[in-house]
């Protein structure tokens, strides 16, 4: 009779992918380079913030070659003004502004004006690989309302920092670091000499794959909070929360972004009563449909405009 050997099982250890590398270990001197200051909540913008308007308007881009482009653009729609009352005051009104563009990898010029006069102008150069120069301007026929700022941005290996100069005297400077793979802090000063006045203030914006979170705090009395979740490719959710803890304000918004084969959606619902939508329909190859609309509940004011994009 042949006896049966009992052989013990053959121990194994699961090694999940060698526990993540050891729980990915950070390595400090090569931190992400993060994004500029002043976009800390671009995604949270990008949901909440579309590019609302009322009435028709009609944008042509036509390029003349690689580089160099013209555009036109009609708007005809009313014009709000301020009263003393509670309800909007509107006017009829209509333009038309005649544009260049020169886009070229290293510089970036755009030129705007408007048949009521209105000169916009933004430059945007690259001096060296890490140290850019940005500028705009906006010159107009009413005393005191032409501006204009200049700005040196320098980008670090994982910081960035910016300095401004503008007309009135005024100075400004900010500063970012990275001190995770995802989580930044940042700061900004500024001084306004024509109004003298000044202010401080801090952000920070942790961001993964699938989510934005941002905070910002500053002594004018503003504070902002901004998260924005990835839901898939196409659908993403925003909210923000503004506070002016010197008035007292404050306005909480939820929005949403929905990318689909042939249009974009996106809308948003706030605190005081306000929902808006914006949608952009690609009909053709560089034709575009808008819809825009805005519902302002607590003031009785309903917006609602329409367009076509022709050109890239």
């Known amino acids: 009779m042949a006896t049966a050997l009992n052989v013990p099982p ?97 510089l970036m010029l755009f030129g705007r004006i408007l048949t009521d006069g209105r000169l916009n102008a933004r430059l945007k150069g690259d001096l060296t690989e890490n140290l850019s120069l940005k500028a705009n301007a906006q010159l107009t026929n009413e005393p005191h309302m032409s501006h204009g700022m200049v700005s040196f941005d320098y980008k670090g290996k994982d910081y960035r920092t910016q300095f401004q100069l503008g007309n009135g005297a005024l100075f400004g400077a900010n500063y970012i670091q990275s001190v995770t793979p995802h989580l930044s802090f940042g700061g900004e000063v500024f001084w306004a000499g024509q109004h003298r006045k000044s202010g401080i203030g801090y952000a920070a914006r942790y961001n993964t794959d699938k989510m934005v979170a941002t905070g910002q705090v500053a002594s004018t009395g503003l504070v902002a909070l ?35 084969r042939q249009c974009r959606l996106r809308g948003k619902i706030d605190s005081n009563g306000c929902a808006a939508a914006f949608l952009e329909e690609r009909l053709n190859m560089g034709l575009n449909f808008i819809l825009s609309s805005e519902l302002d509940h607590r003031k009785k004011d309903y917006k609602f405009g329409f367009g076509l994009t022709v050109g890239e």
Do not use: W
Request: charged share 25%; net charge negative; aromatic share 12%.
């Open 10 to 106: 053959a121990t194994t250890t699961t090694t999940l992918p060698e526990m993540k590398k050891e729980e990915e270990k950070v390595d400090y001197l090569n931190l992400p380079c993060p994004i500029p200051y002043e976009e800390i909540h671009r995604e949270a913008l990008m949901s909440l913030k579309p590019e609302l308007f009322e009435g028709m308007r009609f944008d042509f881009t036509k390029g003349l070659n690689q580089k160099f482009s013209l555009s036109h653009s009609v708007f005809m729609g009313p014009m709000e003004i301020p009263s003393q009352s509670s309800e909007t005051i509107k006017i009829p009104t209509a333009h038309y502004e005649f544009g260049a563009n020169f886009i070229d990898p290293k």
């Open 226 to 260: 901004s998260y924005v979740q990835k839901v898939s490719e196409k659908v993403s959710l925003a909210s923000d929360l503004m506070y002016n803890y010197m008035s007292k304000d404050v306005t909480a918004s939820f929005g949403y972004d929905y990318i689909l």
